[in-house]
């Protein structure tokens, strides 16, 4: 039956395509091989265009690329010397059709990844501090040259701090409230 009702449960799998398994793990060591587990729970479970299932496997510090009956695709550590609540905390894809690029925030280290998705490669990041007020315009600048020089365009950024002022590259700003600009 292709019909899924709510409170289902679909298809799961564990680390590497492999029957889950709950079992400690213990402390994250980054110099240790990959652990064969994911470590729980995992942060994002989501699907590309082309149906791959894109994990986030936070406090393990990597991304993990799946088909959708579970068999194990490609993996890609992220800043995997990072402990504590990990650096891959969800995953978004851009929004042209292919979904050439995916954005993964990393709230421990305060950035955001931006990957080619074919190849997991980082490409470029968005540092520290993350929408602050006063360093909207330097993250907008930064976006705008890493889309310029992976996707070969000119485009717009525009990047929205939950309240204060909107700034974008053409000079122009807007008051903000709540995340949407204010006439």
């Known amino acids: 039956n292709a019909k899924m009702h709510v409170g289902m449960r679909g298809r799961f799998w564990g680390a590497y395509g492999k029957p889950p398994n709950d079992a400690p793990e213990g402390r994250y060591d980054p110099a240790a091989p990959p652990s064969p587990n994911f470590r729980n729970p995992v942060h994002c479970a989501d699907l590309s265009n082309d149906g791959f299932v894109y994990v986030c496997d936070r406090l393990n510090d990597r991304l993990q690329v799946f088909r959708p009956d579970g068999t194990f695709v490609k993996e890609a550590f992220i800043d995997k010397h990072t402990r504590a609540s990990g650096s891959v905390w969800d995953v978004a894809f851009s929004k042209d059709a ?22 997991l490669e980082v490409l470029c990041e968005l540092r520290e501090p993350l929408l602050a007020p006063d360093a909207v315009d330097a993250q907008a600048r930064e976006l705008q040259h890493c889309i310029k020089t992976y996707v070969g365009v000119t485009t717009r950024v525009r990047l929205l701090p939950p309240q204060g002022i909107e700034r974008t590259l053409t000079g122009k700003a807007r008051r903000v409230v709540d995340g949407r600009p204010k006439q």
């Open 98 to 119: 292919q979904q050439r690029f995916l954005f993964v925030p990393d709230g421990i280290n305060n950035r955001i990844n931006i990957l080619q998705r074919d190849t």
